[in-house]
């Protein structure tokens, strides 16, 4: 399942998510995403797990916790529509 995580402080890394979704089960991929131009985080990011109750898990206990200072926004990432 991929899961969006947002209003991530900036100085989140992809290993810190990777960490924190990890104590819920197996975490197949964890992004921080970047900014191309100046490579700063957009403070925003996604993890893949591949198990669904693990995934449902770790998004009910981490929607509205606290990462380094910020309520993490957590929940089922929605498909990427065409942005015609």
Known sequence: MNIYVGNLSYDVTDSM???TFGSFGEVAEANVISDR??????GFGFVEMPNSDE???AMSALNGSDLMGRTMKVNE???RNDRW
């Open 55 to 57: 995934a449902q898990a």
């Open 77 to 79: 990432a929605k498909p």
């Open 37 to 42: 131009a100046t490579g700063r985080s957009k």
């Open 17 to 19: 998510l990777k960490e």
